[in-house]
Protein backbone atom coordinates (compact mmCIF):
# COMPACT_ATOMS: atom_id res chain seq x y z
CA UNK A 1 0.00 0.00 0.00
CA UNK A 2 0.74 3.55 0.30
CA UNK A 3 3.76 4.55 2.25
CA UNK A 4 5.86 7.37 3.89
CA UNK A 5 9.25 6.38 5.20
CA UNK A 6 11.18 8.54 7.19
CA UNK A 7 14.65 8.88 8.78
CA UNK A 8 14.36 7.48 12.78
CA UNK A 9 15.41 10.51 15.15
CA UNK A 10 16.12 12.17 17.23
CA UNK A 11 18.25 14.08 15.46
CA UNK A 12 21.03 16.85 17.74
CA UNK A 13 22.51 19.50 15.53
CA UNK A 14 24.57 21.98 16.84
CA UNK A 15 23.10 25.79 15.81
CA UNK A 16 24.59 26.55 11.73
CA UNK A 17 25.04 22.85 11.00
CA UNK A 18 23.70 21.38 8.00
CA UNK A 19 20.48 19.22 8.38
CA UNK A 20 18.95 16.46 6.00
CA UNK A 21 16.18 14.19 7.07
CA UNK A 22 15.35 11.60 4.58
CA UNK A 23 11.75 10.30 3.50
CA UNK A 24 11.11 8.27 0.74
CA UNK A 25 7.86 7.14 -0.51
CA UNK A 26 5.64 3.91 -1.52
CA UNK A 27 2.39 5.22 -3.98
CA UNK A 28 0.52 4.50 -7.16
CA UNK A 29 0.62 7.44 -9.65
CA UNK A 30 1.53 10.88 -8.68
CA UNK A 31 1.21 11.92 -5.50
CA UNK A 32 1.39 15.58 -3.85
CA UNK A 33 4.02 15.44 -0.98
CA UNK A 34 4.77 17.65 1.89
CA UNK A 35 6.83 18.49 5.07
CA UNK A 36 4.88 19.68 8.23
CA UNK A 37 6.46 21.12 11.52
CA UNK A 38 5.29 20.46 15.10
CA UNK A 39 6.59 23.07 17.27
CA UNK A 40 6.70 21.72 21.20
CA UNK A 41 2.75 22.77 22.17
CA UNK A 42 1.80 23.62 18.72
CA UNK A 43 -0.22 21.51 15.84
CA UNK A 44 1.35 20.93 12.50
CA UNK A 45 1.86 23.63 10.52
CA UNK A 46 2.47 22.97 6.62
CA UNK A 47 6.34 24.17 5.80
CA UNK A 48 6.54 23.45 2.21
CA UNK A 49 5.18 21.11 -0.34
CA UNK A 50 5.63 19.73 -3.97
CA UNK A 51 2.88 18.57 -6.50
CA UNK A 52 5.01 17.19 -9.41
CA UNK A 53 8.38 15.51 -10.19
CA UNK A 54 11.48 17.93 -10.17
CA UNK A 55 9.66 20.32 -8.08
CA UNK A 56 11.25 21.90 -5.13
CA UNK A 57 9.69 23.46 -2.28
CA UNK A 58 10.86 25.50 -0.26
CA UNK A 59 9.93 28.03 3.27
CA UNK A 60 12.31 29.73 6.19
CA UNK A 61 15.52 28.31 4.68
CA UNK A 62 14.43 24.81 4.28
CA UNK A 63 14.01 22.89 0.60
CA UNK A 64 13.39 19.63 -0.65
CA UNK A 65 12.88 18.17 -3.96
CA UNK A 66 10.32 15.70 -5.24
CA UNK A 67 12.49 13.34 -7.13
CA UNK A 68 10.45 10.32 -8.81
CA UNK A 69 13.30 8.19 -9.65
CA UNK A 70 14.17 8.04 -6.61
CA UNK A 71 10.53 8.13 -4.75
CA UNK A 72 12.40 10.49 -2.31
CA UNK A 73 11.60 14.05 -0.42
CA UNK A 74 14.78 14.44 1.91
CA UNK A 75 14.21 18.02 3.65
CA UNK A 76 17.46 19.93 3.88
CA UNK A 77 18.69 23.44 5.49
CA UNK A 78 21.76 24.73 5.23
CA UNK A 79 22.47 26.44 8.72
CA UNK A 80 19.95 25.19 11.62
CA UNK A 81 19.05 27.19 14.28
CA UNK A 82 17.82 26.56 17.53
CA UNK A 83 14.12 27.87 16.99
CA UNK A 84 14.24 24.88 14.06
CA UNK A 85 13.86 22.36 17.20
CA UNK A 86 10.39 21.05 16.29
CA UNK A 87 9.15 17.42 14.96
CA UNK A 88 8.93 16.98 11.26
CA UNK A 89 6.47 15.19 9.20
CA UNK A 90 6.74 13.86 5.93
CA UNK A 91 3.85 12.93 4.03
CA UNK A 92 2.12 12.44 1.02
CA UNK A 93 -1.51 12.61 -0.19
CA UNK A 94 -3.86 13.06 -3.61
CA UNK A 95 -3.57 9.18 -3.98
CA UNK A 96 -6.89 8.25 -3.77
CA UNK A 97 -10.25 9.14 -5.46
CA UNK A 98 -12.79 10.24 -4.05
CA UNK A 99 -13.05 13.28 -1.51
CA UNK A 100 -11.32 11.90 1.31
CA UNK A 101 -7.80 13.11 0.93
CA UNK A 102 -6.16 12.20 3.83
CA UNK A 103 -2.53 12.46 4.47
CA UNK A 104 -0.32 9.56 5.06
CA UNK A 105 2.31 10.19 7.49
CA UNK A 106 5.72 9.38 8.36
CA UNK A 107 6.79 8.37 11.54
CA UNK A 108 8.16 11.88 12.42
CA UNK A 109 11.72 12.81 13.09
CA UNK A 110 12.40 15.00 16.23
CA UNK A 111 15.46 17.88 15.58
CA UNK A 112 17.05 19.45 19.00
CA UNK A 113 19.10 22.70 17.87
CA UNK A 114 21.87 23.45 20.46
CA UNK A 115 23.31 26.38 20.80
CA UNK B 1 -8.24 31.06 7.25
CA UNK B 2 -9.27 28.18 8.77
CA UNK B 3 -8.47 27.21 12.37
CA UNK B 4 -9.27 24.53 14.78
CA UNK B 5 -9.49 24.45 18.26
CA UNK B 6 -8.89 20.87 19.91
CA UNK B 7 -9.35 20.18 23.78
CA UNK B 8 -7.86 19.39 26.04
CA UNK B 9 -4.03 19.08 25.70
CA UNK B 10 -3.53 16.41 27.88
CA UNK B 11 -5.83 13.76 29.49
CA UNK B 12 -4.85 10.78 31.75
CA UNK B 13 -7.47 8.30 31.80
CA UNK B 14 -8.24 4.90 33.40
CA UNK B 15 -8.71 1.82 31.78
CA UNK B 16 -12.34 1.30 31.60
CA UNK B 17 -13.42 4.78 31.39
CA UNK B 18 -15.29 6.94 28.85
CA UNK B 19 -13.67 9.10 26.37
CA UNK B 20 -14.86 12.53 24.33
CA UNK B 21 -12.53 14.53 22.80
CA UNK B 22 -13.55 17.33 20.87
CA UNK B 23 -12.43 19.56 18.03
CA UNK B 24 -13.84 22.13 15.94
CA UNK B 25 -13.32 24.57 13.29
CA UNK B 26 -13.61 27.61 12.68
CA UNK B 27 -13.31 29.77 9.68
CA UNK B 28 -14.58 27.60 6.81
CA UNK B 29 -17.78 25.75 5.78
CA UNK B 30 -17.99 22.07 5.20
CA UNK B 31 -14.64 20.93 4.87
CA UNK B 32 -13.61 17.22 5.46
CA UNK B 33 -12.38 16.63 8.78
CA UNK B 34 -9.79 13.49 10.46
CA UNK B 35 -8.94 12.40 13.49
CA UNK B 36 -5.54 10.57 13.35
CA UNK B 37 -3.68 9.20 16.15
CA UNK B 38 0.39 8.45 16.68
CA UNK B 39 1.00 5.75 19.37
CA UNK B 40 4.46 5.08 20.97
CA UNK B 41 7.24 4.25 17.99
CA UNK B 42 4.43 4.86 15.17
CA UNK B 43 3.76 7.43 12.54
CA UNK B 44 0.05 9.53 12.27
CA UNK B 45 -2.31 7.25 11.22
CA UNK B 46 -5.56 8.05 10.08
CA UNK B 47 -8.75 7.28 11.95
CA UNK B 48 -12.08 8.46 10.48
CA UNK B 49 -12.78 10.98 8.40
CA UNK B 50 -16.04 12.68 7.73
CA UNK B 51 -16.92 14.74 4.26
CA UNK B 52 -20.35 16.42 6.10
CA UNK B 53 -22.42 16.29 8.94
CA UNK B 54 -23.08 12.45 9.83
CA UNK B 55 -21.02 11.00 7.70
CA UNK B 56 -18.26 9.03 9.24
CA UNK B 57 -15.73 6.66 7.39
CA UNK B 58 -13.99 4.35 10.03
CA UNK B 59 -9.84 3.41 8.61
CA UNK B 60 -9.21 1.00 10.93
CA UNK B 61 -10.92 -1.44 13.16
CA UNK B 62 -10.92 -0.57 17.38
CA UNK B 63 -12.16 0.54 20.46
CA UNK B 64 -13.31 4.39 19.03
CA UNK B 65 -16.23 6.13 17.24
CA UNK B 66 -16.12 9.51 15.56
CA UNK B 67 -19.38 11.76 15.31
CA UNK B 68 -19.93 14.83 13.28
CA UNK B 69 -23.00 16.44 14.70
CA UNK B 70 -22.68 19.90 13.12
CA UNK B 71 -20.44 21.07 9.76
CA UNK B 72 -17.71 21.96 12.39
CA UNK B 73 -17.61 19.91 15.44
CA UNK B 74 -16.03 16.48 15.08
CA UNK B 75 -16.22 14.33 18.10
CA UNK B 76 -13.56 11.30 18.80
CA UNK B 77 -15.65 9.40 21.79
CA UNK B 78 -15.16 5.88 23.10
CA UNK B 79 -17.30 4.25 25.79
CA UNK B 80 -14.27 2.25 27.70
CA UNK B 81 -10.64 2.94 26.90
CA UNK B 82 -7.79 0.27 26.55
CA UNK B 83 -4.12 1.00 27.22
CA UNK B 84 -3.69 0.59 23.77
CA UNK B 85 -6.26 3.74 23.34
CA UNK B 86 -3.16 5.82 24.88
CA UNK B 87 -1.38 8.63 22.14
CA UNK B 88 -1.30 11.62 20.31
CA UNK B 89 -4.76 12.34 18.83
CA UNK B 90 -4.80 15.37 16.48
CA UNK B 91 -7.76 16.85 14.33
CA UNK B 92 -7.19 17.71 10.72
CA UNK B 93 -9.54 19.68 8.32
CA UNK B 94 -9.32 20.06 4.72
CA UNK B 95 -11.17 22.70 2.28
CA UNK B 96 -9.67 24.06 -0.66
CA UNK B 97 -7.07 26.12 0.61
CA UNK B 98 -5.78 23.07 2.24
CA UNK B 99 -5.40 21.33 5.70
CA UNK B 100 -5.24 22.38 8.95
CA UNK B 101 -4.42 20.87 12.05
CA UNK B 102 -5.49 21.22 15.64
CA UNK B 103 -2.67 20.80 18.56
CA UNK B 104 -3.75 17.64 19.75
CA UNK B 105 -4.77 16.14 22.43
CA UNK B 106 -2.29 13.83 24.59
CA UNK B 107 -3.83 10.49 26.04
CA UNK B 108 -2.98 8.57 28.70
CA UNK B 109 -4.85 5.27 29.71
CA UNK B 110 -3.58 3.92 32.98
Known amino acids: GNSVTQMEGPVTLSEEAFLTINCTYTATGYPSLFWYVQYPGEGLQLLLK?????DKGSNKGFEATYRKETTSFHLEKGSVQVSDSAVYFC??????????????FGKGTKLSVKP | SQTIHQWPATLVQPVGSPLSLECTVE??????LYWYRQAAGRGLQLLFY??????ISSEVPQNLSASRPQDRQFILSSKKLLLSDSGFYLCACRDNYGYTFGSGTRLTVV
Open chain 2, 50 to 55: SVGIGQ
Open chain 1, 50 to 54: ATKAD
Open chain 2, 27 to 32: GTSNPN
Open chain 1, 91 to 104: ALSGVYGGSQGNLI
